[in-house]
């Protein structure tokens, strides 16, 4: 049985990566790849209930960070693992890189608190590509105030934004085999021609 990926997409808020799932999803099909797609915080009935509560209510950033990885330990364990396990490539809407980006970039919970959790949380499992989307803030929150009622995060002032970017940018950075950075500027056909050269890469 061929090692089924787990591919994970990341970036600040409004920067397309809903854009893009269903072209990734055409590329499973395309290709005759099983897959499975779900997202964080969420993937599992607990974890879509914290979702509510982690995406409306204001609460202390450590809590927010503790709540974060409760969802993922149970979403990694009656979600992902399984999946893998079974030979199913998993797709991601975000992972642990949005909890340090947001709570830790963003929040300033510090780093080593949340590196202690992932550890714990999911050992040595590490996706195999990280999508990021990138955009300027400006250009983000612009779109996002025309799609949509926005969540206690979209809210933020546009300087906790540049923060979440910065740290996503530092990440990739310090891992360059596994991120790779799109800019989201392009057109959405230019940004798709990427996506798959990325993909073909994973699964060659």
């Known amino acids: 049985m061929t ?24 590329y ?4 005759q790849l099983d897959y499975f ?9 607990l974890g879509e209930r914290l979702r509510q509560i982690l995406l409306n209510e204001n609460m202390r950033p450590t809590t927010e960070t503790l709540l974060m990885f409760a969802a993922r330990a149970e979403h990694l364990e009656k979600v992902i693992i399984p999946n893998l396990s079974q030979g199913i490539n998993v797709l991601c809407d975000r992972f642990s890189d949005a909890t340090i980006a947001y709570q830790s970039g963003g929040k ?18 590490s996706p195999d590509l990280t999508i990021l989307f990138d955009l300027p803030t400006n250009v983000s929150l612009e779109r996002l105030k025309k799609t949509r009622t926005l ?31 799109i800019d989201s ?20």
């Not at 797609?37 to 009935?45: F, Q």
């Not at 300087?159 to 990739?172: E, G, I, P, Q, T």
């Open 3 to 26: 090692k089924a990926k787990f591919i994970t997409l990341e970036g600040i808020d409004g920067a397309g990566k809903s854009t893009h799932i269903d072209f990734i999803k055409q």
């Open 28 to 31: 499973f099909e395309k290709n």
């Open 37 to 45: 797609v779900t997202r964080e915080p969420g993937g599992t009935e």
């Open 108 to 125: 300033g919970v510090n780093i080593d608190f949340i590196n202690a959790l992932k550890k714990y949380t999911h050992g040595g499992l």
């Open 151 to 181: 969540d206690k995060f979209e809210q933020e002032a546009q300087v906790f934004h540049d923060r979440v970017r910065d740290s996503y940018l530092r990440l990739a950075k310090s891992e360059p085999s596994r991120f790779k950075v």
């Open 185 to 204: 500027t392009q057109s959405i056909i230019s940004i798709q021609d990427i996506i798959e050269e990325f993909m073909g890469k994973v699964f060659k």
